[in-house]
């Protein structure tokens, strides 16, 4: 998508400009609304992390660097070219080089920039530079990160805290009271620390918790003690980053934890999808914790013969049909592009009677400026559509015709009952619906070996053209389908169907499999088993969920 710039910028951008952007800690949904602003206007973003460039694809809903107008050029400030960190020093020659050059500059910092980070270094050097910056704040890692585990730093019994570097240098005897620590940069050094301060005069018994990547959905937490810190971070393997809370504080974890106890925290979910619809599904399955990963199935054409389209369209525009039907949002897309082909708006509708097979559909068609006249009341389906469409009646209805824009693979059952209310249908193929090509090879494999722990299938071409480009998922793999249609046809590829949703529609799909989630947890709980994922766990008997609990 293409972005504009703003024409109206202080005088110093002639110059260049750089903004020092805080991204948080790690989650892009903590980033500020400015932060997202400014990546909008660069020409160049400055990154310092490896996640960083991903980061700016999602927000910014392109590939960077994939020669899309409007999108800026990304710039690794975390490595230099022979693969070793940047010195502060040379991060900041790298800014100055792209800024002295007249650009609008996104220096994109880990946290916050000026909490823990190179932020003032770099500013001092743009102001002896004699240009324009401005500092965007990010959400810290001091605070989001033990937020993100159920842990407050403060209660009203607990008000103080203190935030220290582990640099090797503390003076542990300091922080012998009760407040609140949050340790940075601590991992290594756990076992030490712990004993200074018990040394210092804590008790050993005193609260102690370790979080890895927070806010990410790797995130891992360990709570112990001071007494057994050391010896269980080893356990669990903990490296960096992490960030370590010591305090009474911790023991409200076991209450408010909630982010780890998402019903589908990290898992790897795979979405077989179109690649242009996939982003809602997407984005519902990482609000329950989810780590998706799209891999498209089928590819969205033109037909091969436009010749059909053209005709029908200017049928439309004369007044041919009484009635338009839409039974997917890629039916709507179509027509609008061949609207917008012939330099025609929605007043073309004008008269004219509107069907959607859904409430995505009718949102489509809304977005158009329209409003459905008919949607189904019961199943969001053809056949839904054809219990709810009225029969053509020749005293009421001046013509008996209905336009139908549809994929080149849709069934025939719509059209036969629609012949049988006494409607004539043009059925005219609006678009092709190909087999994408095959994932690459390590996606394969993980869909083979069980390494996704659910697939979400909205539709039974979805089902066929996975198991075509990429093979069966393998048996520990949760399937969730859309409907009774795509279960059959799972089935039908050897699938054993975990989830079916109670509705056509992706929310609620989604919605069903955190359902299933939360009660495989709850289920492993009450067995006193550890909470896994299901590519952590042999198969195991399970039931399918039809209804919300």
């Known amino acids: 998508m293409t972005r504009g710039k703003t024409t109206t910028e202080p005088t110093e951008r002639a110059r260049g400009w750089v903004s020092f952007v805080g991204s948080g800690p790690g989650d892009p949904d903590l980033m500020t609304l400015r932060a997202v602003e400014l990546l909008r206007q660069a020409e160049v973003v400055v990154t310092e992390s490896p996640e960083h460039e991903e980061l700016v694809s999602r927000l910014l809903g392109t590939e960077v660097g994939d020669g899309e107008p409007g999108a800026p050029e990304v710039v690794d400030g975390g490595f230099g070219e022979d693969g070793q960190p940047l ?5 900041a020659k790298v800014v100055l080089k792209h800024a002295k050059k007249g650009r609008r500059v996104v220096r994109l910092m880990t946290g916050d920039p000026f909490l823990y980070a190179s932020g003032p270094e770099e500013a001092q050097a743009c102001a002896k530079a004699g240009l324009g910056f401005e500092i965007v704040p990010g959400v810290s890692s001091v605070g989001a990160v033990p937020a993100y585990a159920g842990i407050p730093l403060t209660t009203k019994d607990h008000r103080e ?11 542990w005897s300091q922080y012998a009271d009760d407040r609140t620590l949050v340790l940075l940069s601590g991992v290594g050094q756990v076992a030490e620390i712990a004993k200074a301060l018990v040394s210092a005069g804590r008790s050993p018994a005193t609260p102690v918790a370790m979080t890895r990547v927070g806010t990410t959905t790797e995130q891992a937490t360990v709570t112990s003690t001071l007494a ?3 010896a269980d ?10 960030v370590i809370v010591v305090g009474k504080v911790v023991d409200l974890r076991e209450t408010l934890s909630w982010f780890e106890t998402k019903p589908l925290f990290g898992w790897r979910v795979l979405v077989p999808r179109t690649k242009d619809q996939a982003g809602p599904l997407t984005t519902r399955l990482r609000g329950y914790g989810a780590v998706p990963e ?11 013969n436009p010749q059909q389209m053209d005709k029908a369209v200017r049928g439309l525009v004369e007044g041919r049909y009484e009635w338009i039907a839409f039974t997917s949002v890629n039916a709507v897309k179509a027509v609008r592009e061949k609207f917008e082909e012939y330099g025609l708006d929605a007043r073309a509708f004008s008269g004219l009677k509107i069907a959607a097979v859904g409430d995505k559909t009718a949102g489509a068609i809304a977005d158009w400026g329209l409003r459905a006249d008919l949607v189904p009341s019961g199943e969001q389906s053809a056949a839904g559509l054809l219990a709810d469409w009225p029969e053509y009646d020749d005293v009421l209805d001046p013509i008996n015709r209905v336009f139908l824009p549809r994929a080149d693979i849709a069934t025939e059952n719509l059209v036969a009952g629609l012949i049988d209310l006494g409607w ?16 690459p090879a390590p996606t394969r494999d993980a869909i083979k070996s069980g390494k996704f722990d659910a697939v979400v299938f909205t539709s039974s071409s979805t089902v066929r053209n996975l198991v075509g480009i990429a093979g069966k998922p393998h048996p520990s793999t949760v399937i969730a389908v859309i409907g009774p ?9 050897g699938l054993r169907v975990d989830v079916l949703s109670p509705k056509p529609d992706v929310d609620v799909l989604v919605d069903a499999l955190a359902d299933f989630g939360a009660a495989r947890r709850l289920a492993l709980l ?23 609990s």
């Open 233 to 242: 971070a080893r356990a669990a393997r903990m490296a960096p980053p992490a």
């Open 228 to 230: 057994d810190i050391g």
């Open 87 to 91: 010195t502060h020093a040379a991060r």
């Open 424 to 439: 004539e249908c043009d059925d005219v193929t609006a678009y092709r619906t190909v087999r994408a090509t095959p994932p």
């Open 161 to 171: 805290v203190a935030v220290v570097t582990c640099d090797g240098t503390v003076d």
């Open 294 to 304: 799209e891999v498209p199935t089928i590819s969205v054409e033109p037909p091969r």
């Open 485 to 493: 249609a795509t279960a059959k046809t799972a089935e039908e590829h």
């Open 526 to 548: 009450e067995e006193g088993q550890p909470v896994t994922k299901p590519s952590e766990r042999k198969p195991a008997a399970r039931r399918r969920a039809t209804s919300r």
